[in-house]
């Protein structure tokens, strides 16, 4: 165990930087910092820093099926007691004079906000995919290292006296924390005397490789070209912090269904085309006929679930290859290579030696690839049994770009970070991307080069549009505002006041809106649908109903003392949230008497709407 440091014993630089990175006083810090340590061994493999001050974190996503009577209340009071009991829950990861310390508060403030969703009247398949869809979700939310909570829990009934628990957490918490116990206590169960550790390495080979496997990789990793750059990424000055960030897209029906076509069902030989068409991309952007690039797959021989592989990729391009023969020869490359598909970060940072670049971006098959047991046939015991977990590591990488099928679509999703890459840079990206796919298609038979040369010309054409599409934020969010009903004949220096602070968000299917993220702000849907869920005081979210554009979330957000909770959960591939801060409202009402008529309408539709929902029920 590391030694335990006091704040107050800590060198006066260290202090500096402390006050600093938390911008509070050094008696404040002594009273909120219990304590400061180094890492362990095993905490140091799941970190990084390069690049930025800021900690960069693998995480952990674990769904457990628990069998019992699990009541909101309990479940809270054991997650309380388990930030009070265990250290780890309330530790935080920062770096102070170049080396990272674990910093422990006293205690959490805010304590954890847990949401409860009522999911039993779904169907089995149904299930499978709003729980996959919520993990999606969950993990787009990221995690705020150095100040914020490193563990997140989502309830989900899905049966009688069934539960689904989805845990999603730093692995560096998963690697000291048995969250077993947790359920044994909101179960009122007893403990056992062990405890035990919940995540055995879930990554590659850890550098244990047989000889066969580390020949194959030497010999293919011996001549790489250089690494290609990404296209369309500009770094911003993002002095060293970290947001993890997230674009979702869904490939569009036309063109996956031709995919399909030319698959033949064949899920490796559909893989293929879509990481081929990374491939050429990046021969498109580079100006080259030869890029490497690494995808990540389950790994076959590791028993442990959500293990992994790394798998680096050489795409070439010959003078009489075509499009089909590029796409052939990426799924041969695979089937050859998957047999030794052993490899690890490490494994592969080692193999290709100090004077070498690692690999920038991975392309992420996992969830495209791995076959997990569906929830309904796993048993669920009271001190939770784990359906599936899996592992997520952006560290030292640009992007990760994850493939995953959901029912008849595949959905991509670019992590990212965000304090240094803007959201319309990765929009672009991925147009780029679903073009090259499109054109993939259309030049099927034709040489690689005359498929070049009409790429080039269609993705000119396509980011000229795209530049004159783009409007200042300001008109869109005044244009907006006058769309919505609530602001319907008010003039246009009333709607001017609303602009104000106020903020536009893009969010993707399976994100949620929820109560504690809105408090004082007006929260409009502009653009998709969002589905509102409703918490009358036993802590579960039932589904309230179905919002479309220019729709207003939470009209009790204007009551002082409400007595529901209301969030919202997108159901369209995206939707566009519009945030306006309620003290505009409450400021402009004194100067618009046709907008307090307007909130009275609406207010009257509502109850209106639901008086007849209530007589039908």
Known sequence: MAEKMLFSSLPTEYKASLVELYNQQENVLAHNIKYLRELSTEEKGVFSTKGGSAPVGSVLQIIYKISGKLLPLHFNVAVDR??????????????????????????????????????KDLSDDELDVELQRNIAADKRLGFDLTNGQLVRFSVFNTGEDEYAVIVTTVEAVALKLDFHRIFRAALKLPQPDDVSKIVDAVVGGN????????????????????????????????????????YLVHVPRDILSDLRSKAESNKLLLMSMLQTAWGLLLQQSNSTDNVSYCILVPQKKKSTPGAQSIVPFLLKAEDNHTVKTMVNNAFKQFVVSQPYA?????????????????????????????????????KGTGDGTIVSQKHWDVRDVILDVSFRNEGNQVIIS??????????????????????????????????????????????????????????????????????????????????????????????????????HEVENQLVFVLSGKVARSIECGDG??????????????????????????????????????????????????????????????????QLEKYQRLWIQS
């Open 82 to 119: 388990a930030f009070v009991q265990e250290d780890i829950l309330r530790t935080n990861y920062v770096l102070i004079n170049g080396m990272m310390m674990a910093v422990v508060k006293e205690k959490r403030n805010p304590p954890l906000e847990i949401v409860y969703h009522n999911l």
């Open 207 to 246: 550098g244990v490789m047989t000889t066969p496997v580390k020949n194959y990789w030497e010999k293919m990793l011996s001549n790489l070209p250089p690494m290609p750059k990404i296209p369309h990424l500009n770094p911003q000055p993002a002095k060293g912090k970290y947001s993890e960030e997230a």
């Open 342 to 378: 052993s490899l690890g970060r490490e494994d592969i940072m080692n193999l290709l030696g100090k004077h070498n670049e690692p690999f920038d971006h991975f392309l992420n098959f996992y969830d495209f690839l791995a076959e997990p047991k569906p929830y309904s046939q796993v």
């Open 414 to 515: 670019v992590d990212y970070n965000g304090e240094v890459y803007l959201q319309n840079d990765i929009a672009i990206l991925v147009k780029h991307y679903l073009l090259v796919l499109q054109q993939m298609l259309t030049d099927w038979n034709e040489p690689v080069v005359s498929f070049m040369e009409r790429l080039e010309k269609h993705w000119k054409a396509k980011f000229e549009e795209l530049e004159l599409s783009h409007e200042d934020s300001r008109s869109i969010i005044q244009d907006a505002l006058s769309r919505i009903a609530l602001f319907q004949e008010c003039e246009q220096g009333i709607i001017q006041l609303f602009v104000i602070g106020a903020k536009l968000y893009t969010k993707f299917e399976g994100d949620r809106i929820s109560e």
């Open 540 to 605: 579960w979210y039932n589904t309230l109903d179905i919002l479309k554009e220019n729709s207003w979330i939470n009209e009790n957000v204007i009551l002082p003392k409400h007595k529901v909770k209301i969030s919202a959960e997108v159901i369209t591939e995206q939707a566009t949230i519009l945030v306006v801060p309620l003290v505009n409202l409450m400021s402009t009402l004194k100067k618009s008497p046709l907008l307090a008529k307007n909130i009275i309408y609406h207010v009257m539709r």
